[in-house]
């Protein structure tokens, strides 16, 4: 039996070692690339502007009613039709955020069933006729007899006293957004039938 010894085992023992450190590399880019494209699975599901974040500028109407616990169900509803991206644009944007109280007046089953996927033109047809090209305070409203929606109707403004209604809304509170003014209402404004 010859034992090899010296310069002639050296060969060897680095085709080993080159060998055992391939097998972990490849084991680490394997893991690594599973990993991002877990990743990138989940960042897909939700893209656009509407989620990106941005600790610096105004929050924007959609991040607006996304932060106040009277408007989760208007949220969910928002996230049901996707139009968290048409929320967020540069504007500027009047939206009519009708409380959950509002949406509580509405007959039983009804926001449910708006909720259901095959009902999602329906609802993304109501969310938009809350919604206006512009940035007007409550003061400035009470100049206008109607607003052109985003849903291509037009909703009827009416003043009583230091109140103004729009589609038969009282506007209850007005909040400044990055991208607009959001308006508080008190109930769903519904699109006028065709």
């Known amino acids: 039996m010859k034992v090899i010894t010296g310069s002639s085992a050296l060969p060897g023992i680095i085709l080993l070692l080159l060998l055992a450190i391939s097998c972990k590399n490849e084991a680490k880019i394997e893991s690594s690339t599973s990993v991002s494209s877990t990743h990138a699975t989940s960042e897909t599901q939700k893209t656009g502007q509407a989620f990106i974040k941005d600790d610096e500028s105004s929050p924007n109407v959609l991040q607006i009613a996304m932060g106040s616990p009277d408007h989760t169900t208007l949220v969910t509803a928002v996230q049901a039709a996707n139009l968290e991206n048409s929320l967020v644009n540069a504007g500027p944007l009047m939206v009519f955020a009708p409380t959950?109280?509002?949406?509580?007046?509405?007959?039983?089953?009804?926001?449910?069933?708006?909720?259901?996927?095959?009902?999602?033109?329906?609802?993304?047809?109501?969310?938009?006729?809350?919604?206006?090209?512009?940035?007007?305070?409550?003061?400035?409203?009470?100049?206008?007899?109607?607003?052109?929606?985003?849903?291509s109707q037009d909703a009827m403004i009416e003043v009583k006293g230091d109140d103004v209604y729009v589609g038969g809304?009282?506007?209850?509170?007005?909040?400044?957004?990055?991208?607009?003014?959001?308006?508080?209402?008190?109930?769903?404004?519904?699109?006028?039938?065709?």
């Open 100 to 151: 959950n109280e509002a949406f509580d007046t509405l007959p039983a089953g009804t926001v449910e069933d708006l909720l259901k996927p095959e009902n999602k033109a329906a609802l993304a047809n109501i969310l938009k006729y809350h919604v206006t090209p512009g940035n007007y305070s409550k003061e400035f409203l009470k100049k206008f007899k109607k607003l052109g929606q985003a849903n």
């Open 169 to 194: 809304a009282l506007i209850i509170a007005s909040i400044p957004a990055g991208n607009g003014i959001v308006h508080v209402i008190d109930k769903v404004m519904l699109p006028p039938s065709e």
